[in-house]
């Protein structure tokens, strides 16, 4: 994390919203936690980068009425 800290000319950590949105995350293997209904993995995935909870929801309600995925 020292590394990149340099780079990005701030301190990383896991509140750094600003930092994170300049940092692209592709995951190996499908990134969907079975445990968890659609709405949570989206909202678990969108929170790495949005911290206000209420655009998160405006965007997660906006995803799954866009891709007609259902709430399970």
Do not use: H, W
Request: proline residues 1%; aromatic residues 12%.
């Amino acid at each position: 994390m020292k590394e990149a800290s340099k780079y990005l000319e701030k301190k990383c950590g896991p509140n750094q919203y600003d930092i994170k949105s300049k940092i692209g995350v592709v995951f190996q293997d499908v990134a969907v936690f079975q445990e968890l209904t659609v709405y949570e993995n989206i909202d678990y995935f969108c929170g790495l980068y949005i911290k206000d909870k209420k655009l998160r929801k405006e965007y997660i309600e906006e995803a799954i009425e866009l891709t007609r995925i259902r709430r399970v």
